[in-house]
């Protein structure tokens, strides 16, 4: 695993040092060789990237390689401050489709459901979670095995909990924070 995170460290650095044009110009400024990053340990010596910069420009952000110029845009919820946009490439989302199978059999574990059953999505409208499920509706066949809901954090709180009452889901799915 060790030798696998390593191996995906130095493609990942080697990407972004050839074609993101912030991290391009880091590792000039700083006079950082891409090529001797080549473990976790070696990250310690990249510097951290403020929020701020991200926010101010977040083209600089982007891959300039076919990847990048065909990603599809995202907004965080901003739910820690202003809403940050990021980019996701059309083949990472599609591949994600895995990872939300391994969520949604843990959902099945505990609601004692494999379909049919009911789950609420406390998020903002239009946020990443909609924006993705739209994405993998319009460009693959999977079928929908639960049912959703969205409710919107947004709204007061007993509007909220009135709603989860009239739907008397099996799962609630939220931000952590405002579940609890």
């Given at each position: 695993l060790c030798e696998l995170r390593d191996a995906r460290i130095r493609e990942t650095v080697t990407y972004a040092a050839g074609t993101v044009p912030y991290y391009r110009d880091l590792f000039a400024r700083e006079g950082i060789d891409?090529?001797?990053?080549?473990?976790?340990?070696?990250?310690?010596?990249?510097?951290?990237?403020?929020?701020?910069?991200?926010?101010?420009?977040p083209d600089r952000f982007v891959s300039d390689s076919r990847l990048g110029r065909e990603s599809i845009p995202f907004h965080t919820s901003g739910t820690t401050g202003m809403p940050i946009r990021f980019h996701h490439d059309r083949r990472s989302l599609l591949r994600n489709i895995a990872y939300g199978e391994r969520q949604r059999?843990?959902?099945?574990?505990?609601?004692?459901?494999q379909i049919r059953y009911l789950k609420v999505s406390l998020a903002r409208p239009g946020g990443t979670g909609s924006q993705v499920r739209s994405l993998y509706s319009?460009?693959?066949?999977?079928?929908?095995?639960?049912?959703?809901?969205?409710?919107?954090?947004?709204?007061?709180?007993?509007?909220?909990?009135?709603?989860?009452?009239?739907?008397?889901?099996?799962?609630?799915?939220?931000?952590?924070?405002y579940v609890e």
């Open positions: 891409p090529r001797e990053i080549v473990t976790a340990a070696d990250l310690e010596r990249l510097p951290l990237t403020p929020k701020e910069h991200v926010r101010s420009d059999q843990v959902e099945v574990h505990f609601c004692g459901k319009a460009q693959t066949f999977i079928p929908v095995k639960p049912r959703r809901r969205s409710v919107s954090f947004r709204e007061p709180l007993d509007l909220v909990v009135e709603e989860i009452n009239r739907l008397r889901p099996d799962v609630i799915r939220g931000n952590g924070s």
